[in-house]
T-cell receptor, first 115, second 115 residues
Framework: NAGVTQTPKFQVLKTGQSMTLQCAQD?????MSWYRQDPGMGLRLIHY???????DQGEVPNGYNVSRSTTEDFPLRLLSAAPSQTSVYFC??????????????FGPGTRLLVL | GESVGLHLPTLSVQEGDNSIINCAYS??????FIWYKQESGKGPQFIID?????DKRQGQRVTVLLNKTVKHLSLQIAATQPGDSAVYFC??????????????FGKGTKLSVIP
């Protein structure tokens, strides 16, 4: 099993550009989440999905869109990048809700710099 | 303990010594807690968890202690090794109104092991 994979590893964008961060898992997990990690702050939830076709907002959803057409994939879209979106982004997956005692597995992260 | 501002608190320990990392959680309704390890440039990795009906849980070289009275969590690492050098952070589940418990993450403590 590859676990949770993310692409790209690094990305530089100009303000206003769009891009999609890819996330895939091969563990047949229903739950998938996107977090951002900023210096001096804990991980913050952007969006999450409880199964194919079902997504919901987390703590900091503004400026990001998601979709879940398959169990395996959960892409995160930035429609018009802003410098405030400079961060490290982590995708995670689990069988059930992470807060309900299901172990959550994280990907290696995507480092995004918006100029 | 948890960080203030942009800089993570750092704990430096000699190889072979025991390490104690602390975390103050915020939500008295939380009933599930997790410790994660994050090595430089990698995603967080689950270490150990504990439910609120316990005050201690042991794993391989790690012990988590929970004091619900003062909302405090600690991670003890026995015989600390160079490979333990990483950022460690705690997470609590709180209570989501939607019933799908999400996690709230602490900011982390950087552990540096001196060979």
């Amino acid at each position: 099993n590859a676990g949770v994979t993310q692409t790209p590893k690094f990305q530089v964008l100009k303000t206003g550009q769009s891009m999609t961060l890819q996330c895939a898992q091969d563990m047949n997990h229903e739950y998938m989440s996107w977090y951002r990690q900023d210096p001096g702050m804990g991980l913050r939830l952007i969006h999450y999905s409880v199964g194919a076709g079902i997504t919901d907002q987390g703590e900091v959803p503004n400026g990001y869109n998601v979709s879940r057409s398959t169990t395996e994939d959960f892409p995160l879209r930035l429609l018009s990048a802003a410098p405030s979106q400079t961060s490290v982004y982590f995708c995670a997956s689990s069988y059930g809700p992470a807060g309900n005692r299901e172990t959550q597995y994280f990907g290696p992260g995507t480092r995004l710099l918006v100029l | 303990g948890e960080s203030v501002g942009l800089h993570l608190p750092t704990l430096s320990v000699q190889e072979g010594d025991n390490s104690i990392i602390n975390c103050a959680y915020s939500n008295s309704a939380s009933d599930y807690f997790i410790w994660y390890k994050q090595e430089s440039g990698k995603g967080p990795q689950f270490i150990i968890d504990i439910r609120s009906n316990m005050d201690k849980r042991q794993g391989q070289r790690v012990t988590v202690l929970l004091n619900k009275t003062v909302k405090h969590l600690s991670l003890q690492i026995a015989a600390t090794q160079p490979g333990d050098s990483a950022v460690y952070f705690c997470a609590e589940n709180g209570r989501s109104g939607a019933g799908s418990y999400q996690l709230t993450f602490g900011k982390g403590t950087k552990l540096s092991v001196i060979p």
